[in-house]
């Protein structure tokens, strides 16, 4: 063990037994030896590999003495096997390291290499905690569409944006007690269940892999390749697919979308849009939504009419009078709006998504399949 990397030493080879007496085979009997690997064949392939490891380790990582040494044996491994020099070897060198070294997060459970916990955030990302339990180093992979299922059927479940990559390293000085620290990482992500709650800080996850021909885990990855288009409209994506949406017609989403907004009292955040707008006209919806998010973070208890007195800095009285002139017909318009506006996201930004990524969007009823 040198800097806290372990070197593969292959066993002492075992006695080569006599070969079969071939007298009577024919030609057609005997196997013909398997071709070696060109020069520029094994070095391409070796190249590849080295890239390939290389990037696993420096993905979310610091770069330390110890990473660096690390990298410089891969790059040993890589250069002996792209000279051919394997011949004690039981396979390529570097494939060898990737299979001891990089695992996915079912198998470092299983040979306790770390141990995983997933938390909540909110719609676009998870927090995941890596705590290595031995003092080697290694590399967890969590694919694009992996799965973190929550711990409460009220919350959504959440799927991986982006490829991850947890990499720590063996200590350069195990005798100084120097040991792997938990690796907290905040990983995009997008909601799957879109009429459930959305995750909070309390909430926590499994992590699980779709299967190859999941449609879902499948879309993520296609998504993944997308670097022009934001995560919301991507989010609007998976939601058709993951809650079945193609299958509604414009008219039924709408109604579900009202639906929602009258249970989760979603409308309230347009009512405190409306009456903060006068004093702020030339302000776009998020601009509004922010100073009320930011008054709600300075005092949390804030009644309606506290709102204006600090958003807007109104008198009480002339807060009251201002509120009261919005009616039941003004709040069941924004709601008609709104989800109006929801069905549009839908269609106009998740649409050409799915499109992107294969699906013929003509023969669903959300747009336009009689």
């Given at each position: 063990?040198?800097?806290?990397?372990?070197?593969?030493?292959?066993p002492?080879?075992?006695?080569?037994?006599k070969?079969?007496?071939?007298?009577?085979?024919?030609?057609?009997?005997?196997?013909?030896?398997?071709?070696?690997?060109?020069?520029?064949?094994?070095?391409?392939?070796?190249?590849a590999?080295?890239?390939?490891?290389?990037q696993?380790?420096?993905?979310?990582?610091?770069?330390?003495?110890?990473?660096?040494?690390?990298?410089?044996?891969?790059?040993?491994?890589?250069?002996?096997?792209?000279?051919?020099?394997?011949?004690?070897?039981?396979?390529?060198?570097?494939?060898?390291?990737?299979?001891?070294?990089?695992?996915?997060?079912?198998?470092?459970?299983?040979?306790?290499?770390?141990?995983?916990?997933?938390?909540g955030?909110?719609?676009?990302?998870?927090?995941?905690?890596?705590?290595?339990?031995?003092?080697?180093?290694?590399?967890?992979?969590?694919?694009?569409?992996?799965?973190?299922?929550?711990g409460?059927?009220?919350?959504?479940?959440?799927?991986?944006?982006d490829?991850?990559?947890?990499?720590?390293?063996?200590?350069?000085?195990?005798?100084?007690?120097?040991?792997?620290?938990?690796?907290?990482?905040?990983?995009?992500?997008?909601?799957?269940?879109?009429?459930?709650?959305?995750?909070?800080?309390?909430?926590?996850f499994?992590?699980?892999?779709?299967?190859?021909?999941d449609?879902?885990?499948?879309?993520?990855?296609?998504?993944?390749r997308?670097?022009h288009?934001?995560?919301?409209a991507?989010?609007?994506?998976?939601?058709?697919?993951?809650?079945?949406?193609?299958?509604m017609?414009?008219?039924?989403?709408?109604?579900?979308?009202?639906?929602?907004?009258?249970?989760?009292?979603?409308?309230?955040?347009?009512?405190?849009?409306?009456?903060?707008?006068?004093?702020?006209?030339?302000?776009?919806?998020?601009?509004?939504?922010?100073?009320?998010?930011?008054a709600?973070?300075?005092?949390?208890?804030?009644?309606?009419?506290?709102?204006?007195e600090?958003?807007?800095?109104?008198?009480?009285?002339?807060?009251?009078?201002?509120?009261?002139?919005?009616?039941?017909?003004?709040?069941?318009?924004?709601i008609?709006?709104?989800?109006?506006?929801g069905?549009?996201?839908?269609?106009?930004?998740?649409?050409?998504?799915?499109?992107?990524?294969?699906?013929?969007?003509?023969?669903?009823?959300?747009?336009?399949?009689?």
């Open positions: 063990m040198v800097g806290g990397v372990v070197f593969l030493v292959p002492a080879p075992a006695p080569v037994p070969p079969p007496d071939q007298t009577h085979q024919t030609h057609d009997d005997r196997q013909e030896p398997k071709a070696k690997p060109q020069p520029q064949e094994r070095a391409t392939e070796a190249a590999c080295g890239e390939s490891a290389i696993l380790l420096s993905a979310g990582a610091v770069e330390t003495p110890d990473s660096a040494l690390e990298k410089r044996w891969v790059r040993y491994l890589t250069t002996i096997q792209a000279q051919g020099d394997v011949a004690n070897w039981s396979d390529m060198p570097c494939k060898l390291y990737v299979q001891n070294h990089v695992h996915d997060a079912g198998e470092a459970a299983a040979i306790n290499l770390a141990s995983i916990q997933v938390s955030q909110d719609l676009n990302f998870v927090t995941l905690t890596v705590t290595p339990a031995i003092e080697g180093g290694g590399t967890i992979v969590l694919p694009a569409g992996t799965l973190f299922t929550a409460s059927t009220a919350t959504q479940n959440m799927i991986l944006a490829t991850a990559a947890i990499s720590w390293f063996a200590p350069s000085n195990p005798i100084r007690g120097d040991s792997p620290q938990a690796i907290v990482r905040n990983l995009s992500s997008y909601c799957i269940n879109r009429w459930r709650e959305v995750p909070g800080a309390d909430a926590s499994q992590v699980t892999y779709s299967a190859q021909n449609p879902l885990g499948k879309l993520a990855k296609c998504l993944e997308d670097a288009s934001d995560h919301r991507k989010q609007v994506a998976i939601w058709l697919v993951s809650d079945n949406l193609l299958e017609t414009e008219a039924e989403l709408a109604e579900r979308l009202r639906k929602e907004i009258r249970d989760h009292n979603s409308w309230s955040l347009r009512f405190f849009q409306e009456a903060i707008r006068p004093d702020y006209p030339d302000a776009s919806d998020e601009e509004l939504t922010r100073l009320i998010q930011e709600f973070r300075s005092q949390p208890n804030l009644t309606p009419v506290g709102v204006l600090v958003v807007s800095h109104l008198p009480e009285e002339e807060a009251k009078e201002r509120l009261d002139k919005f009616s039941d017909t003004d709040i069941e318009r924004w008609a709006e709104d989800a109006e506006g069905v549009q996201e839908f269609v106009k930004d998740g649409g050409p998504l799915l499109q992107g990524c294969g699906y013929d969007i003509s023969s669903y009823a959300l747009f336009g399949k009689p």
